[in-house]
């Protein structure tokens, strides 16, 4: 990255905004925001070479960018907005699924609208808690009125717009912003698809094209049959098929990106930014909640015609599908972003320290409870045995360390392969980090940085790897002896953020092996079954939701409507703030025996419910 690209990265009125981003998903990251780096790896089903400039099939393809069109501009609507909400005018009244066999739901943009907090993250500017966090930052106009829902900071993750899409005077948009629904919709289809309208010279964008039977550039006859090389170099549509690319478009916002001028800072965060959890796909995805059918759902007659199409491609490399008849799509999901997770917070870690304004440290990249925890004389952090187990960042005492939850979780899916397949080399490319982190404090910036693009190397290289396997059930079995085994040892202690990804992870799983067994147990919807419809392990794991607060909408508050513009019209959308105060009082009130216990006890479980 040239200085000249750096120095455009410098925000001018945050003086620790180290990095930016574009746009992808929801909303800014808070406190974990070991922030990250989006870039080019080989796409798996085969591992084809990488695509020059790809990234992955994600960003901006080399015909160029396609402008971002909104909602109603794009043809979503026509096939899956069936019976869509009448009472927000932003959203076109049943409009009706046209033309679907099987292979889509039909509903997706009703089950956004109604049950996606990604629909709020516009309109959650507009409330008080933001008004205040405007306040504190000084984002208000000549009488004091709050200006972040035209900041392009928070815009940046607050809506669909790419930053380089938007007008700006300064660090605001146009005024306009404010009734425009490209932005007032929130985070909807396009931040996770990519730009679905037409390119600067023309090109046509995915928005009109996949509505199309015929493409002649494969001899496939059908956008669904397209690969999806061709779908993000001719039309701009992102390989969202692919978990790598998937984990990508969270962790640009729920982490933090510096390419797509999405970052969060510690300035922020000490202005009331409430925080965000700690990141696990298939758990996201799952309380979002999807509203998708995976390949191994759909039909099996649409299955095998799709699979049977698209073999010449798929033989020659040039259709790369995370599919698996043989494995269980949501443990290798799991296992996959953790490894990517890891890799982009060390990518957004060295892409800070690399910056020129890297005199001093970005404070919300490091462990905020290095320094904002209670002082106790026999606080639980004191007693944690740091002797360098693999996945811990055992930091000298009183120096300042990166978060900690993006290393435990691909550490254990990195102990799950064999030696082979490079865990050897992620725990060493680990052992430099901790190392370059206890040169002095806060690390010495050059090594730390060479340190952090090394583990991220070699993570990557861990999923590009993992992708190609089979994850079955003796696989995702020792998954979840690996995740039991470390969150159970006598010797660790796991603190708030990475224990709440530990469940999650082991959760999905969990609930996955149960429905391959038939049981009767469904994965557990947290706080909705009870205790005699659970197996002993899941009645660990819901018991664990009042320490751990494991919805990640429980914390959440409802608040007054907020008046929003559409057009000429006035409406109100409903909103819900985070508890700040709530939220903040579950992790300092967190202590780790709780979940120490309930690991060994799931560990001791485990012997008898396998053999179920």
């Avoid at 409870?369 to 000298?396: A, I, M, N």
């Avoid at 990166?402 to 691909?410: K, S």
């Avoid at 397949?421 to 370059?436: D, I």
């Avoid at 508050?557 to 009082?585: C, H, W, Y």
Wanted: glycine share 8%; net charge neutral; charged share 20%.
């Amino acid at each position: 990255m040239s200085s000249d690209v750096r120095r455009s990265m410098i925000d001018t009125s945050l003086k620790r905004e180290r990095g930016i981003r574009r746009c992808v998903s929801s909303s800014i990251l808070p406190w974990q925001s070991v922030l990250v780096l989006v870039i080019s790896i080989p796409s798996a089903w085969g591992a084809p070479p990488v695509i020059p400039n790809s990234r992955d099939l994600l960003g901006t393809p080399e015909s160029g960018a396609r402008k971002v069109i909104g909602l109603k501009g794009s043809n979503c609507l026509a096939c899956h907005g069936n019976a869509t909400s009448k009472s927000d005018p932003e959203l076109p009244p049943d409009l009706g699924s046209r033309g679907n066999d099987g292979w889509f739901l039909g509903d997706e943009i009703l089950t956004w609208s109604k049950h996606d907090n990604h629909l709020e993250s516009f309109s959650v500017l507009l409330n008080e808690q933001s008004k205040q966090i405007a306040k504190q930052l000084g984002i208000v106009d000549e009488a004091g009125e709050s200006l972040v829902h035209r900041d392009r900071r928070c815009l940046s993750c607050h809506s669909s717009v790419p930053v380089e899409q938007m007008t700006l005077q300064g660090n605001l948009v146009q005024e306009e912003t404010s009734s425009d629904p490209r932005y007032t919709i929130g985070v909807s289809c396009e931040a996770c698809h990519g730009p679905a309208g037409q390119g600067a010279s023309g090109s046509e964008g995915w928005g009109v094209a996949h509505t199309k039977r015929d493409f002649e550039q494969d001899g496939t006859g059908s956008w669904r049959t397209l690969s999806p090389q061709k779908k993000f170099e001719a039309y701009g549509y992102w390989n969202v098929h692919s978990t790598r690319t998937q984990t990508r478009i969270c962790l640009s916002c729920h982490l933090g990106n510096a390419e797509q001028k999405k970052i969060i800072t510690h300035e922020m965060f000490a202005a009331g930014h409430p925080p965000l959890p700690s990141f696990e796909l298939s758990q996201f995805v799952h309380q979002m909640p999807r509203h998708w059918r995976r390949l191994d759902e759909k039909p099996q007659e649409l299955r095998d015609e799709f699979l049977n199409n698209t073999k010449p491609q798929r033989d020659a490399g040039q259709f790369p599908v995370d599919y698996d008849p043989q494995g269980i799509a949501v443990t290798k999901a799991s296992m996959i972003a953790a490894l990517v997770t890891l890799a982009e917070s060390m990518r957004l870690t060295a892409d800070l320290l690399d910056h020129p304004d890297s005199s001093s440290p970005e404070l919300a990249n490091y462990a905020c409870f290095g320094c904002h925890h209670e002082l106790v004389r026999d606080g639980w952090r004191k007693s944690r045995r740091l002797l360098g187990t693999p996945g811990r960042l055992t930091v000298t005492p009183g120096r300042p360390t990166l978060h900690e939850w993006p290393f435990a979780l691909a550490s254990v899916v990195a102990d799950t392969q064999p030696s082979e397949s490079g865990n050897s080399a992620l725990h060493a490319e680990m052992r430099g980090l901790v190392a370059a982190l206890n040169s002095q404090p806060y690390g010495n910036a050059t090594e730390l940085a060479s340190a952090a693009r090394a583990l991220a190397q070699a993570a990557e290289l861990q999923a590009v790897s993992l992708n190609a396997k089979t994850v079955d059930v003796p696989y995702a079995q020792r998954l979840l002896t690996g995740i039991a085994d470390y969150a159970a040892s006598e010797r660790e202690f796991l603190d708030y953020d990475t224990a709440r990804q530990f469940v999650w992870a082991y959760e999905r799983t969990k609930g996955q092996l149960d429905l391959l067994r038939s049981s009767k147990v469904s994965p557990v919807q947290w706080g909705s079954a009870s205790p005699q419809e659970l197996t002993g392990s899941n009645q660990i794991l819901q018991g664990l939701e009042s320490s751990l607060v494991l919805s990640l909408t429980a914390n959440r508050i409802g608040g007054p409507a907020v008046e929003m513009q559409s057009g000429n019209k006035t409406f109100s959308r409903p909103q819900r703030a985070v508890d700040v105060a709530k939220s903040l009082a579950r992790v300092s009130g967190y202590h780790p025996e709780a979940t120490q216990k309930a690991f060994q006890e799931l560990k001791r479980l485990q012997a008898t419910e396998f053999d179920k």
